[in-house]
């Protein structure tokens, strides 16, 4: 049992999906907590910024619409890993796993 | 006076905060007249939620249906349930009446609310679903040594559990005075039988459709809310925010921040809490082992994600509406400000704009959303109790799967009795400071152990014990000598720790000494630690030997 394990940890297709998926993963992060931490810095430094108004006849600030984004941005990058996980990532490991099983 | 209402921000945006929490020790609280239609909505909510109950104790036969419904909630249900515990009273109550006070500062708390959840999606879902079976534990004693991963995770979670059901019961007891008129005694006890009742009976079968229940409720009683005050500015996003600039007396500065996240380390440290303590809340990760796959689990955090960003956008709408529709009605005011506090904005909103029924309505609501979340915690320390302490460490798994749900529900018993005692010996204090300290509890333990056991081969028994015994430590300390508790609570004049939130600390301590341990650990121990990192890699992203949906 542990013999398989071995035999997909060691299978190039594997190894090869599992960078495609860290490299999602990890790109996704960046933009999250990249986002997220700028907002913050701005807030903290230059509030000024999202006090200016999005036009000269509103009264909305440039800050609303950067905290909606935000929170778009998270549900849209939820959204893409899930469907790449769902979708791709899932039927290549499952194809893998049955390939290395049956040699095995 | 800025200190207080920043501090009352953040616990405000913590997810299952209290209200009385936010509403920190400046709210004198004046029972209010007996609600009858409030009382009496209340009591349907309560009736449906006890028929739950009986209907999923029947249901309830082996641990894994006690612990984990039987890996049987969908994908869909259980992001009901995750957004459910996440928008708590406080989320409701206190981001609204955040906005209600200071305008775009509640934005901000939205907004560090929601990160949390791609992080949890990207890093952990998939990873913990294939790795555990019951709690969070689970995954991390996969290769590390159980019993003193298995004591620390267990004694993580209870600080975090008790913590928050300290603020909620405090919370409940409060809401219920404003609410319905009932004293604070009468609300604590009815919260403790029936949380316990929930969790001892039908355990995460119950906790679970409680939670979906709730959350439902909250998200229909906040969209017909958001949707009234709409129609009052004619749907023009303009017209209600040009309304309230001229109404509020920041005036225009009402649409930008104020200044309340001024220092960079308080607001690194603010981000730290926010984002990695949500990812280290145990009854939010339990919540991964009840759906069947990994597929399922991702798909749950997707719609959980989904669901708290739109609920976080309809309390922009109730805070903002509430500064016109209420902020100047004789009706909702006192001499020193709004009735009940700045977190009745919503409440005091779904008269105005709605009258009596709504009202009782959307006070039912919020009355049931602190007790959908006390049960989630009680599962979760009554878990920790029976499954990781009783059946992995005393009894070093030699226990019938019926004696650890016994056991279970005795500790759910005992946790009741705590808080309903503890809810009574902090009646009218400000335990503010509790919520905070769960978090940076959440993220200095819970959140390192498990994320290095499933990322970093070098992580050993060693080092995760001695980091998250100093991330704990660090936590409490720097929660005690900083200005919360040490100025304001016990009065001293000079803060030790001079940031009002550890997290930053805390969860860096934490990080440095499990890394310098694992890498400093030399056994025989670890090296075999070491080798079961592939074997366990594997399984977490395949699922290959993953518990699965029990079959019936």
Known sequence: ?104 | MRGRIFGGLLVALMPMLSFAASGGSSAEVVRAPINMTAISMFMVFVGATLCITWWAARRTHTTSDYYAAGGAITGTQNGFAIAGDFMSAASFLGVSGLVYSSGYDGLIYSVGGLVSWPLVMFLMAERLRNLGRYTFADAVSYRLSAVPIRTLSACGTLVVVLLYLIAQMVGAGTLIQVLFGLPYEFAIILVGVLMVLYVSFGGMIATTWVQIIKATLLLIGSSVLAFLVMSEFDFSFERMFSEAIAIHPNGVAVMAPGGLISDPISALSLGVALVFGTAGLPHILMRFFTVPDAREARKSVFIATGLVGYFYLLTVIMGFGAIVLISQNPEFLTSTGLRGGNNMAAIHLSQAVAGNLFLGFISAVAFATILAVVAGLTLSGASAISHDLYANVFKRGEVSETEVVRISRYASGVLGVLAVFLGMVFEGQNVAYMVLLAFAVAASVNFPILILSMYWRGLTTRGAVAGGTVGLLVAIACMVTGPTVWVEILGYEQAIFPYKYPALFSMSSAFAVIVGVSLLDRSDSAAREAAAFDQQYVRSVTGMGAAGAVQH
């Open chain 1, 1 to 104: 049992m542990s013999d398989l394990y071995a035999k997909i940890f060691a299978d190039e297709a594997f190894q090869r999906m599992q960078r495609k998926r860290s490299h999602l993963t990890w790109a996704l992060c960046a933009l999250m907590l990249g986002s997220f931490y700028s907002f913050i810095l701005v807030i903290a430094f230059r509030p000024d910024l999202l006090a200016i108004p999005l036009g000269p006849n509103t009264v909305i600030t440039w800050g609303i619409p950067v905290a909606v984004s935000i929170i778009l941005l998270g549900f849209v990058s939820t959204g893409i890993y899930v469907w790449r996980a769902n979708g791709e990532f899932d039927s290549t490991i499952e194809r893998i796993v049955e390939r290395v099983s049956a040699t095995d």
